[in-house]
């Protein structure tokens, strides 16, 4: 064998060594990954949750208050209509989402 060619097989060899080191790192990565992305995902379904419904109470507050403070009337049933359509909706939503989620499992 030449050189040329004992160089060029040396060259395959050890890209083919150092190519399956990033492959097999890739892929445990991917799989502890894989491994905490359930549980990561109900946790941050959770906060999402979370973050939704204390929102939705804020709103209910800020509503509540927006009518001892106003004293036209029918503005202020317009406005909580359509916080109330607003809370709604994000509930549907929320809903939605947490079935999709449930069926994941």
Request: net charge negative; hydrophobic share 35%.
């Amino acid at each position: 064998m030449s050189s040329t060619d004992t160089l060029l097989k040396a060259i395959i060899n050890r890209l083919s060594v150092r190519f399956g080191d990033v492959i097999s790192e890739v892929s445990s990565g991917f799989e502890a990954f894989a491994k905490k992305a359930p549980e990561r995902m109900r946790k941050e379904w959770s906060l999402f949750q979370e973050e939704v419904w204390a929102e939705a109470n804020r709103l209910d507050k800020d509503s509540e208050l927006g009518e001892e403070n106003n004293s036209v009337g029918s503005r202020t049933v317009s406005v909580n209509e359509s916080t109330q359509e607003k809370i709604d909706r994000l509930r549907g939503k929320v809903a939605k989402l947490n079935s999709e989620v449930e069926t994941w499992r």
